[in-house]
């Protein structure tokens, strides 16, 4: 999946790259230019390039246009690709650190042949860099601040991005000779919605040291940053920081719970331990002097006299007390779900058509599909024209009869306007089988005036959801303000579903949240807002996030099968 994200950020590498190898300054300014232009692009990159709307941007020119037309295509760009083999990784890492320019970075490596991070530490405390042209005793200080300061801060990645290195990453340690076996902990296990680091945990098939320098040389890894007991991190070429943990069998399932966190529910298991008489220590959980076998992570929760708890619910929210007696919720799994909502098509923003909606959702196990393509308000996104809801639905009518096993329902995104009612007049309204209603414009209103907003909406008697809650776009768009307990405790009264949207950039409502809508009485509807069939992927993030607020298979919408689902979708519209 290929977003503004993915293109800013490869346009902000060329201009990096560029500019460490001495190109002329015009040249890089254009291509930082065109990743703000890619990164503040309001609408869909694909269906701006389709348009010719991307062509006529300002700040995107016809090279930078080719190198965003090659990432849309491919995910990568050639042109990145092969200024990586020419310059090396460690020097766009460097220009990171504050107070290190391009020029000082340049002078490092002319001068002193550095191209690492670990390397430009050594001679910030030898004293090589305070004796450079121009650097000085007081810019080495900096530089070592400035080197710890950036491996606290590793960037935060969006889930789908970090899952997609982890499981890369996971390949490359898994190949190395002693090896066993490898798993991905840390936040991912847990399903949070951004990665900073990744984690991992090896089970180790020799000598701890003979590993510790494999584990340096493996493929992709640029920098050894450290080894501690039993843990090693590394700084791989792509700048990502992976903490590796290193067990025996016997010890494998402490290790893991370890490193999957979070530290606030570590903190409770230790004082759980206490409680039932045993130690949790550095070397694993100890009865008296002796060590409990922790093959896996079910025996140490056993020790502690606990039910096993899912990762999702390790975020020390009541999990440990629930555990204790033996009352954990039933997750909902991928399995639990009969319908795939929230999907756009080629009459909108998307770019499958209804027919490629229901091969995949059908080859997916979904019983229905519901395709809600954009409102008219929405012309930003190629929003229905109420001639093409015509089209649509014969369409639709067509290909329900091609294929008997997946129902496709006719739904629409309607735009709820500034006022607070819906796009279209009633009558068109009633023509869908089921509303998603969304908030795509005017966000700047204040808590007041969007939580009446919303609420106004909630009184047409078609909507069936409310789309994206808070309208956030992770590491872009801060959610509107708005009462959510005023709106949860309507959505209830009102029998209208909350949606839990699945883009791996919204993942609005956001998870902290979702049990206090459920409390509420509110169902919840899953929504994997895909623009195209390669988006079914985003509902694996989605349940991992509607687990995260433990939610179970009766509080989800599209749980049911159709007739729950047209039961629940009709009873306003009727009575
Ligand atoms: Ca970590
Ligand atoms: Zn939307
Ligand atoms: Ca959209």
Redesign the pocket.
């Known amino acids: 999946m290929t977003d503004r994200t993915d293109v800013a950020r490869v346009l902000g590498q060329i201009a990096a790259f560029l500019e460490l190898k001495g190109e002329n300054p015009f040249r890089v300014r254009a291509y930082q230019a065109a990743a703000r232009a890619a990164a503040d692009f309001p609408h869909d990159l694909e269906a701006a390039r389709r348009s010719g709307a991307l062509a006529e941007t300002k700040g995107i020119g016809p090279a930078t246009l080719e190198i965003i037309e090659d990432v849309l295509d491919t995910g990568t760009s050639r042109a990145l690709e092969d200024l990586k083999d020419e310059v090396p990784p460690g020097l766009v890492e460097m220009l990171q650190i504050s107070g290190l320019g391009v020029q000082k970075v340049r002078l490092i490596h002319e001068h002193l042949g550095i191209d690492t991070l670990s390397e430009l530490e050594d001679a910030a405390r030898d004293g090589r860099l305070a004796g450079l042209p121009r650097f000085g005793a007081k810019t080495a200080e900096n530089v070592l601040k400035g080197l710890a300061f950036l491996r606290q801060t590793a960037e935060h990645r969006l889930v789908h991005h970090a899952r997609a290195e982890a499981r890369e990453l996971a390949r490359v340690l898994g190949a190395l000779e002693g090896v066993r076996r490898v798993e991905v902990v840390g936040s991912l296990r847990r399903h949070m919605e951004l990665i900073r680091d990744l984690d991992f945990v090896i089970e180790l098939g020799g000598r701890v040291e003979t590993l510790y320098d494999r584990l340096g040389r493996a493929p992709g890894v640029s920098e050894f940053v450290r080894h501690q007991e039993r843990a090693v991190t590394l700084r791989f070429t792509t700048g990502t920081v992976a903490d590796i943990f290193l067990a025996t069998a016997e010890e494998f399932g402490f290790a893991m719970v370890r490193a999957t966190g979070s530290l606030a529910h570590l903190a409770q298991l230790e004082a759980r331990a206490g409680a039932v008489g045993l130690a949790w220590t550095d070397a694993g959980l100890l009865d008296g002097a002796e060590p409990v076998p922790a093959p896996d992570e079910a025996a140490v929760y056993a020790a502690l006299g606990l039910q096993w708890i899912p990762p999702e619910l390790r975020e020390a929210d009541g999990e440990v007390e629930a555990a204790a007696q033996g009352r954990l919720p039933d997750l909902v799994t991928l399995e639990d779900l009969r319908g795939f909502l929230h999907c756009h098509t080629n009459y909108s923003d998307g770019t499958s058509t209804v027919e490629e909606w229901a091969g995949a959702a059908g080859a997916a196990g979904y019983e229905y599909v519901g395709v809600t393509d954009h409102s008219q308000a929405a012309p930003y996104a190629g929003g229905l024209a109420p001639e093409d809801i015509d089209r649509q639905h014969t369409e639709i009518d067509a290909v329900n009869a091609k294929y008997p096993d997946v129902r496709i329902l006719k739904g629409v995104?309607a735009d709820i306007l500034r006022d607070g009612s819906l796009d279209y007049t009633p009558d068109v309204r009633r023509r869908f089988d089921f509303i998603i209603a969304?908030v795509?414009a005017r966000f700047g209103l204040d808590q007041e005036a969007m939580t009446e907003r919303i609420l106004t909406a909630m009184d047409d008697p078609t909507m069936v959801v409310l789309?994206?809650p808070t309208g956030r776009l992770l590491l872009s768009r801060d959610p509107f303000p708005m009462d959510l307990d005023r709106v949860f405790a309507k959505a209830a009264a009102r029998g209208i579903a909350i949606e839990i949207n699945a883009d791996p950039q919204r993942l609005d409502l956001d998870w902290r949240s979702v049990r206090r809508a459920t409390e509420a009485g509110v169902t919840i509807s899953l929504g994997a807002?895909a623009h195209g069939t390669s988006g079914m992927a985003n509902m694996e993030i989605g349940v991992g996030i509607a687990r995260k607020g433990w939610l179970t298979r009766d509080m989800l919408l599209n749980a049911r099968g159709l007739d729950g689902f047209f039961a629940y979708a009709g009873r306003r519209r009727n009575g």
Do not use: I
């Open positions: 995104e969304s795509h789309g994206h807002d």
